[in-house]
């Protein structure tokens, strides 16, 4: 059995035993503290501890709770954004009906050679943003805005989800050796 050195924790009044073999690790303090071993010779200027108990290595359940920390972080980040992104992205409503162009445009028909008369029709909708029926572009106005409303309640949604789970993961910090 090698000696153990005493390491203070700035956090506590606990010192942790340490061996020379731990020099450059990082171990847990008993009050979750993170510390560094110092180096062999930094070590060597530490009191002897008594106890003769290995201290605990940094736990790899943390350095995987730490990924999964940082990998809620990232997906709270990017569904944020992506939520943002939508939230500037609301569907427009279609333009109403100009009444008024539409009997100008009646008017032009009437005199117009009845050739001409399928395609000018076809432009006037076109300007007016109709497809074919009024009624078509408010129904897809309304199933749009119910998928918008849907894709901006799941974004938001996992953000919020990523973001407690790191708030728990956070929280979830070993404390105790
Ligand atoms: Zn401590």
Redesign the pocket.
Known sequence: MSQKFALP?P??D?ATAVSAAQAGETIV?????E?TVPTLRKLQTLPFSASSEPAETRQPAWQLRHAALSAALCLAAVAGGIGGYLFTQRPVPPAKLDRQLLAQAAQQLETMPLEHTWHFWQHVLHREGLQAVPTMSEVAYVQALRAWRVQLGLAWGLAGLATATAGCLWLGKPRSA
Request: charged share 10%.
């Open positions: 924790c956090a506590c606990d303090c008993s009050c979750g503290q510390l």
